[in-house]
């Protein structure tokens, strides 16, 4: 099972892909910014339930789905990108195993623990 989710999840990276070639930046773009979401662990720096709540806003897939619809409707090539460098994101990142993450431990995600997968 765990091999068809990240096969899923390297469908819909690849799907992002797609997407950023639909709009008008450079390819260089989305290697600049694909690691970008990452801020979302600063919260860290406060304590783990912020850090979660941060982590998880900027790993959301439905939250990613959502600014890119925006985009659609509103004919917003910004915010286009920053639903597909989210949602991009978010697949790569639960390719490797790194899932939502719970308050009490950067390391239990709702994929497991990362180290475990």
Known sequence: MKTTLKLEELG????GIFLFT????????FLV???LPDIGMLGYLINTKVGALTYNIFHHKGLAVVIYLIGIYFDMELLKLIGIILFSHASL???????LKFKDNFKNTHLGEIGNN
């Open 12 to 15: 819909m990276f690849v799907l």
């Open 22 to 29: 639909q709009l008008t930046y450079a390819w260089w773009w």
């Open 33 to 35: 910014l694909i690691l």
């Open 93 to 99: 990142d639960r390719i490797f195993g790194y899932g």
